[in-house]
């Protein structure tokens, strides 16, 4: 079982020495066709960005399925709308992984979305959670659906109840962390000292593996 998996933003030549693997992010195309390019055993795939509401989408599909090491497309703050589910349709087709961040008061249109599509699968990254949104609660029931927490410019002391909740709602196989460097990588792991080995695998290899797709 491959170990310390975590998203992190690598391409701007940050720290890997808090990793033994890597999933390496991508801002357009040819970004990520470099990446795969100088990619080796410790890069497991490239997490590409894309907008699933244009177009675009279907042909940049197309012209990826030959890099084998790009597994996920991200979207930041789409409009959740019929082009959305269209192209969540097309990435669940080709058999990619969809992430996206969305704003906390979209939640509930996702909430229609996925209720609608119980067959999608979706990476949602979000920098906060509040235990007490039903909304998020239903979220966390749909069988295809990540909580990636982005680790990205939080302080971890006063984070620190949050993230816990959100693996207590959505249970460690289906959280990820990603957007950390090496000093968010130590806050978590002492934050989640006293979990069970299984569930520290989970967050750090499993969950990773598992929606990141990387197996495939």
């Known amino acids: 079982m491959k170990e310390k998996i975590i998203d992190a933003h690598y391409i701007e030549g940050n720290s890997k020495?808090?990793?033994?693997?890597?999933?390496?992010?991508?801002?357009?195309?040819?970004?990520?066709?470099?990446?795969?390019?100088?990619?080796d055993e410790a890069t497991l795939g490239v997490v590409m960005s894309a907008e699933?509401?244009?177009?675009?989408?279907?042909?940049?599909l197309?012209?990826?399925?030959?890099?084998?090491k790009i597994k996920v497309i991200r979207h930041e703050f789409p409009e959740l709308d019929h082009r959305f589910e269209n192209g969540l349709s097309i990435i669940y087709k080709d058999n990619f992984a969809a992430e996206v961040t969305i704003k906390k008061e979209?939640?509930?249109?996702?909430?229609?979305i996925l209720e609608k599509h119980s067959d999608y699968s979706l990476i949602l990254a979000l920098d906060f959670i509040d235990r007490k949104d039903p909304v998020l609660k239903v979220l966390s029931k749909h069988p295809g659906l990540c909580l990636k927490i982005i680790c990205s410019n939080i302080d971890f002391?006063?984070?620190?109840?949050?993230i816990l909740d959100a693996i207590d709602i959505f249970g460690s196989d289906n959280v990820m962390f990603g957007g950390g460097d090496k000093q968010a990588?130590?806050?978590?792991?002492?934050?989640?000292?006293?979990f069970s080995s299984q569930?520290?695998?989970?967050?750090?290899?499993?969950?990773?593996?598992k929606w990141y797709k990387l197996d495939a």
């Open 106 to 112: 979209d939640l509930g249109k996702l909430e229609s």
């Open 185 to 194: 990588f130590e806050a978590i792991l002492a934050m989640i000292d006293d």
């Open 62 to 68: 197309e012209e990826i399925k030959g890099h084998s």
């Open 17 to 39: 020495d808090h990793a033994d693997y890597f999933v390496l992010i991508a801002e357009n195309l040819s970004q990520a066709s470099i990446l795969t390019a100088q990619s």
């Open 199 to 209: 569930d520290k695998e989970n967050l750090f290899s499993g969950s990773v593996s």
């Open 157 to 162: 002391e006063q984070s620190r109840p949050w």
């Open 52 to 60: 699933l509401t244009k177009p675009s989408i279907r042909p940049i």
